[in-house]
């Protein structure tokens, strides 16, 4: 009797998520524990957040649920072996960034701050994984500023790290919180860098994922290049409604 040999999968589920420091809209409720559920029967290969929080000394000591862990390491203590958090937005009673998720091994990571304010989280998270198939795939995880002049200057920032820092063969998904509800980025990422956005590329048009109880503005992005796309993926269960202000959004590559 002859062992089977294991089937290296060739296909990668990512998902992006502003999950607005573990609360609900106008932060009602702490719902850190149900993101976690919900990230769970999803089950994504990577998962890309933002506004995950690191630490809050005054809501650690308020919040009786408040997990020991940081925030990151707590939505992926059960599935996600790899995981990343960037600090970026830091004061007195705390601090909070970006993150990445992930079940394949992290070869490589940096950070780069894109805002001149302690106070705002706009940094670009850049992580090298080994896929099953033994090649490397790019994952870069964003959160831009709420100004159009602000955004612009940080797309060229990120434009000019891809440039110098990931060879253009190598295969590259970029997702996170563009806050580009005027869809100046599209054109940017394309000429620039020769992404493609998944829903743009998928349907005809961006996810629209802000605000959670009526989404309208199309804020959250999946850029990619060197994969194909197999399928975009959106959460409209009224369950992601409780959870935080975005909806997260998805989408299946093959590589």
């Known amino acids: 009797m002859t062992d089977k040999t294991k089937e290296i999968p060739d296909s990668i589920k990512i998902l992006t998520y502003n999950i607005h420091k573990g609360f609900s809209i106008a932060n009602r409720r702490f719902t850190l524990f149900g993101i976690r559920e919900a990230l769970e029967v999803i089950d994504p290969d990577v998962i890309f957040l933002q506004e995950l929080q690191g630490e809050h000394h005054k809501r650690r000591r308020k919040i009786d649920s408040w997990p020991l862990k940081p925030q990151g390491e707590f939505l992926a203590e059960n599935r996600w072996p790899f995981s990343l958090y960037a600090k970026n937005a830091v004061y007195k009673k705390g601090h909070h960034g970006n993150g990445i998720l992930c079940k394949y091994p992290i070869i490589s990571w940096h950070n780069k701050n894109l805002s001149k304010a302690k106070f705002a989280s706009r940094s670009y998270l850049h992580a090298k994984i080994l896929l099953p198939n033994k090649t490397h795939l790019n994952l870069v995880c964003v959160h831009l500023g709420l100004f159009e002049a602000e955004r612009e200057m940080q797309l060229g920032m ?9 060879p253009s063969d190598e295969p590259l998904i970029m997702a996170g919180d563009f806050n580009d ?75």
């Open 181 to 255: 509800w005027r869809k100046r980025a599209l054109e940017h990422m394309k000429i620039d860098l020769g992404l493609k956005e998944a829903f743009k590329d998928y349907s005809g048009q961006h996810a629209r994922t802000f605000p959670v109880w009526r989404p309208t503005l199309q804020v959250d992005r999946i850029y990619y290049r060197g994969l194909h796309l197999q399928e975009a993926l959106s959460f409209q269960h009224k369950r992601w409604c409780k959870l935080s202000d975005h909806l997260p959004i998805g989408a299946i590559f093959n590589y």
């Open 158 to 166: 990120i434009a000019q790290a891809i440039a110098e820092t990931i």
